[in-house]
């Protein structure tokens, strides 16, 4: 198989469900989403506990890479199932998996990515890393701490402020153009664009 048909895996981190979709929690799945509108495609639920979108990732007609969206449909501490399944029926090492993930330990709408490294708590990452190693790339989107004593498990599970919600889709967006530029040109380029 040539290196330019092997698809990337690109697993938004979320929640399921209505009522968590404007949850801090769930900013990889609003990434996810927007790539999803780029490609101009629908999500489709597939037997990994996931939903999927394929395509390729650039303007119609580039023959940009071929990547596989996907939302995990477990809970977030359990998305290292259905990232393992679909890192298995698409035949994709991790190494061309990116993860994106909300991020507590940097302020809101900071980007950075890597690859590799630990979990900072993240029950999502635990997961995925307890299923296929460390070794994959993360696009971490910043939420910051939680004000004063509230607990971290119920500032994650909040919808974004309205204050941060004027910035969201910008962020977001920001995002989503990190994960292609990741894609496109390597983690050394991306992060010098965007490690901000």
């Known amino acids: 198989m040539r290196v330019d048909v092997e698809p990337w895996l690109i697993a938004g981190l979320g929640n399921p469900g209505p009522q968590y979709a404007a949850n801090r929690h769930n900013v990889g799945f609003m990434v996810a989403d ?37 939302k995990p449909m477990t809970f977030m501490n359990l998305s290292g199932g259905p990232v393992t399944a679909l890192s298995t029926f698409y035949r994709v090492p991790p190494e061309r998996l990116v993860v994106v993930h909300d991020e507590l330990d940097i302020g809101y709408g900071t ?13 999502g990452l635990k997961s995925v890393t307890a299923s296929l190693g460390r070794d994959y790339h993360r696009v971490r989107f910043g939420i910051g701490r939680p004000p004063g004593r509230m607990d971290v498990a119920a500032f994650v599970l909040k919808d974004f402020t309205p204050a941060e919600r004027k910035e969201l889709d910008y962020f977001v967006d920001r995002a989503a153009d990190a994960v292609e530029a990741l894609v496109r040109d390597g983690l050394e380029r991306a992060q010098s664009a965007f490690n901000s």
């Not at 980007?111 to 029950?123: E, P, S, T």
């Open 34 to 70: 927007l790539l999803g509108q780029r490609i101009g495609g629908t999500f489709k639920s597939h037997k990994s506990r996931a939903m999927v979108l394929e395509g390729r990732l650039g303007a119609p007609g580039t023959g940009g890479p071929r990547v596989v969206l996907a």
């Open 111 to 123: 980007l950075r990515l890597k690859r590799g490294g630990g979990d900072n708590g993240h029950n």
